[in-house]
Each structure stands twice: as structure tokens, then as C-alpha cells.
């Protein structure tokens, strides 16, 4: 289907397709295997200028948006799930210092980050606090001009092998979900180190770590926003991060297909292709109708959010303040309902596509040797992190019982 | 030094069908690119750019408009500056022609741009498979030309030494330049164009010298300077079935399989 894409855009899907295909698929089973980071890859990204797709040229990237990450996010998912996350992590360090950033601090991280120079991660979650994130315990005590850190976060995608973190920690106990500040962390502060590294199901090739700060001072200078707003970022962060989720899960789902309609061509039962069965046949129809249903959503959300989004990035380059006050002063909305739509519904079409998958390629399906139920693994995760659905559910719902009554309000009022 | 590296557009895929009635190979409405084995030649004149300071590289290609887009794509990868010799008397060139019109355009490089030291060409091409344009445009231009390198060990200015694999072994052959080589697949193994790269070649000049320019006359290229005529093609007969041999234990099993050899008088 033509998406009607620029000329820059068509060449961004071409090269990270053309990526994926000869440098990716020739080691995903191997890095699936080893549960290593990926570097190798990590350096063809690098190459390529992929890590800077969507970032603005002033800071080094390539101007584009969420949709540039999306489709680049797609195609290297389309391969393997678990080594695109490196670049899709490195993301959701960046958008939130790019939108709530200083201009100082956007000009000191993320050129690094577009260039691929260094990984970035985020994290929010603890032991005692993931769906439940205001329910944070780490904390940040202000000692001059300085904030001591103390905690453990854990789950973080990326940890480890990233060189910057967003990470999020409590100024202010007593106040709860309005005590939670971000502050911006870089590996090797003193105080700040690695914990366990988990052992996963799916998206193996990258690397799921404990963080653990003890006495780790940190600069007020690193405070990404402001104090106690911290729960803002996160929530912010997540409504423009979860549309990359969605083009994960969507490429995830791609990918399963084209190994399952390849293999269903060529395998025979009852002297015909397997794929010439009306039961299978119809089952292809269905996984395809779904994703293209799911990457419409995508590109029509994801083109939404950036015709706000990058007029307020230049605006606030043009006038040095926050990407957020030049969004408020556009009087930009909130994605929160459409992100977590984009989320769901592609995350939820990757567990049943890939499933189905392995369901028609039989017992091969099944085998780790052959290239399928690694994308139904993969597929999982993406109906769990950066919120899982039950929660994005929530938020839709929520969302549509407000936009009701303040509709109900105006109608009353006029 | 200045490098030509030599570029084919030819179909984006390992296997290319034949059309049964005419015999020719079937191209229409494939995906086309760089001829495969050439993308090595590129790779390996990007390398030897960066090993000798002052390099640069020229890319040829000789074909209708359509092989610009090969070229941008060599110019993604780095190369400097591109040539499409093209004219619409070339159509229906051999090798023989071919290696004509090729050996006049990389005169002209060398003419216009201080001199050539290094062309390279891939081994062979994915659609044609002669495996013959190195060695005739070695022979044109009255340059020593060597096929099947499969490294460059030592490479300056003047001389390069390299290694040409044989089915017995290696050659290492000093050359004094300028040369002509074909490389293997062996060599090297292909960058992927940056975005930046990509988007940059798009917009560089590519010029196109045709026949006038080069100085070559209708009847020296195309059809009326081919000196073959293709008669026929055939695609390869599939393979029969193999042979499993069987038996009891291993040493039964060589057995029945040293009879075989010894029936069918390779042993
Ligand atoms: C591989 C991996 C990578 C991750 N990477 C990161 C990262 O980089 N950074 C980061 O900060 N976090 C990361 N996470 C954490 C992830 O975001 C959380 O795991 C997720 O938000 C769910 O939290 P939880 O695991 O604590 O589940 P819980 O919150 O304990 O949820 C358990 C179950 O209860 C349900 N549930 C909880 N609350 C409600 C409710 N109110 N209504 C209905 N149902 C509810 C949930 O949907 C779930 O089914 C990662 C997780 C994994 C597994």
C-alpha cells in the first residue's frame, strides 16, 4: 500500500530494510541464542545515520519525526524484534529531553544520541512499581547543588549497554505521584552501577538490567524539567514512545507473515502447497488485513501527532525554551488515547498474527531452528511494556468518559 | 591515484530465468541494481581510497538512462564522481564492443583527470557470465590486467601487489600501474550507503559521454562492432535425483559406494 511517502522517507524504509535483510538476519539467531547486546549492529546503525532519523538537523539527526522512527522501527522489526529495540530505547531516552530538555541540555545529549555515538535508556520502573509508577520509592535528596541518589530501578531496556538515562526518583516523598522528578543520568557516575541482567522470553538480543544507585550525586543541572513534575515527563514520554511500540509490533507481525506465506507456498501435504488449503488460506488473509489495518492506524496517529509536534520542536529551537512550552503556547494537545490506541491495537494484532503463524506452519513452526516462534516471543512483550494493555485500556477509557462529559458540558453551556 | 571502478546494472536477484522460445534472458520488470559482483569492485576502490591518501574514484557505467540509478547508488557508497556512457548506438554491444566503448571512456577519465591508475571490475555478471570484460579491456587499453584477486595486500601509487586465486593455489603478482583487475567475492565484504550518502547522490552530476564523445564510430560499436552472435541459450538441466546409499554398517556403506565410483569410472 502507498502511504504516499516523501522521497527522504521511501529511502529510510529501503535502507533499513536493505539493513535488516543482509547484516541483521544473518545474526538473529544468535544473538537470540546469547542474549548478547548486539554491537556489531549497533555500528551498522551508526553507519547508516538511523539513529538520528527523527531527530531535528540542528542537533544532528535527519529532521524527521515519530513517523521516520516508525518506519525505520518497522523495517528493522520486520527482522528481528529484539536487536531493533537498541535504537528504539536510545528513543525513549531522547524524546523526552528533546520535548522537556533545556536547550542546554538538548545541545549536550543529543547529538551523541542521533549520531549513534551513544545509547540512551529510560526508566521508570522498580521492583515494588510497574503499572503502579507513581508508586515510585527511589529517592533524590538535594544536598547544595547537587541530588544524592538512592534505589533500585529495574527492567530497563538497554541498561548497561547505554551511555545516558532518564531515569525517575521521589524529591519529595510526602507528595507522592507530585514528588517524582527525572533527572538525567550518565553511566559511570560514581554511586551508579548494574544489577542483575534478566533472563527473557522474547527480545533476547537485548539487554533487560537492574540499575542501582547508592549515594550517586548527580548535578541539579541534570534535572530534566522541573522538580516534581516528573510523573509529567513519564506520562508525556510514553504518549509519544507508545506508537513505536505499535511500529515494533507491527514489523514483528510483517515478518512472521512473510516467513509463514514463503513456507506455506513451498510446503506440500495432500500433493498441494499447504497455503492452497482454504483453512490456511483465509487465516493469511486475516493476518494481513490486520496489520495493514494496524499500520494505518499507526501512519494516520503517528503523521497526527507530528503536524503538532515538529512546528513546536522548531519553534522552540528558533526562541531557546522547552519543546513543551512552545507545544502549550501552540496549544498542542495530549496523544494519551490515540498512543495507547496505536499501542494496543498493534501489540494485540502481533500476538494473535505471529501466534496463527506458528499455528500454520505446523511443527516446524514450533522449532527454534526455523525462524517463526521467536517472532511470537518477540511479539509478547509488546503487549506489556511501557504500559501494558489492561492499563492502555484504562486509559482509553478513562479518556472517552472525559471527552464525553466535557462535551456534555458544552453542549449545555451553548 | 584515480581508481575507475566498473559498474553493470543488471537484475537484483542471484537467478534470472530464461525465455524459453527466444532462449534470451528474461530482464523486463525485475528489480535491477549493481550488478552483485560488482559491488565488491566499489567496496574494494572505497578501500583502497581510504588506504592511499589523495584517491579518487571514478564510476563507469555503459548502458541506457536507467543505469544512472546504478551509479548514484556507487556514489552513495562513497565514490566521487560518476559516468554514464550511453548512446543509442552502444545497444546490442558484445564484449568485444563492450570492451571497446569501456577502454575509450576510462582513456577519457585519465585525459580529463590527471591519469588512471586502478580499474576494477567485478568477476563476472549475474545476467551475461561471460567473465570476459576484464581481461578485453586489459586488452584494449594495452594495460596488464588480472582476474580473480582475491586480496590486495600492498597498494601505492605506482605498483600494487596482489593475490590471484588459481584452482591450485595463489599467485602473488607485483603490477606496475596502470592495471586492470577483476575481483572475487573473497575480497571484502560491502558497506551498506548511509542516509546522508543516499540522499547526497541524488543530487551529485553524473555526466554522460556517448559515442561522439569518446571519439567512436557507429560502425566500431553495437551490433556492427560485435564480432558474436548469440544462437542460442538454454537454461542448465535440472539435476536427477541423487543416489542414497545404504547399508548395515559404515563399513558396508563405503563399500557400496566404492563400487558405484569404481561402475561409473571415477575411480
Ligand atoms: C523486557 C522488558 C523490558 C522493559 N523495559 C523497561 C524500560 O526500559 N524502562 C522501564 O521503565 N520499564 C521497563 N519495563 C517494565 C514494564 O514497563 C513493566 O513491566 C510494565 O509496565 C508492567 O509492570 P509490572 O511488570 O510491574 O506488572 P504489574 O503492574 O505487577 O501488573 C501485573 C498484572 O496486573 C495488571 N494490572 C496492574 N494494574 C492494573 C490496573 N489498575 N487495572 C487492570 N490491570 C492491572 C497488569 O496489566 C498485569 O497484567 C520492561 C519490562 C520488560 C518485561
Redesign the pocket.
Known sequence: MDYGLTELQREMVALSRELAVKKIKPVREKYDESEEFPWDIVEELRKADLFGVYLPEEYGGMGGGLFELGLISEQLSRTCGGIALCLM?SS?CSMPILVFGSPEQRQRFLPDIASGKKLG?????EPGS???ASSLKATAVADGDHFILNGVKN???SGKASETYVVFFSTNPKRGARGITAFIVEKGTPGFTFGKK?K?MG?RANS?HELVFSDCRVPKANILFKEGMGLLVAQNTFDFARPGVGAQAIGIAQGALDETLAYTRVRKQFDVPVASFQAIGHMLAECATQIEAARALFFTTVRAMDAELLPAVKKAIAENITVYEAMKALNCRRWSKESAMVKVFSSDVAMKVTTDCVQMCGGIGYMRDFPVEKYMRDAK?TQ?????N??QR?EIARMLVKEAASSEREAAGS | MNIVVCVKRTPASTSVALDPQTGAVKTAGLPHGINPFDEYAVEEALRLKERIPGTKVAVLSVGPAENDEVIRAALALGCDTGVLLSDPAFAGSDVYALSLILAKGIQKVAETRGGVGLVLFGRQSNDGESGHTTAAVGARLGWPSVISVRKIPEAADAAVTVERLREDGTDVLQLTLPAVLSVLKEINEPRLPSLRGKMAAKKMPVETWGAAALGLSADVVGKAGSRMDVVKMAPVPSRGAGVVITGETPEDKAQALVAKLKEAKFI
Open positions: 530505547t525513549l535508556a529510560f526508566c521508570i520502573t510497574g503499572s503502579d527492567f530497563c531496556s534478566e527473557k527480545i533487560t512483550i506489556i511494556y511501557e504500559g501494558t489492561q492499563l484504562e
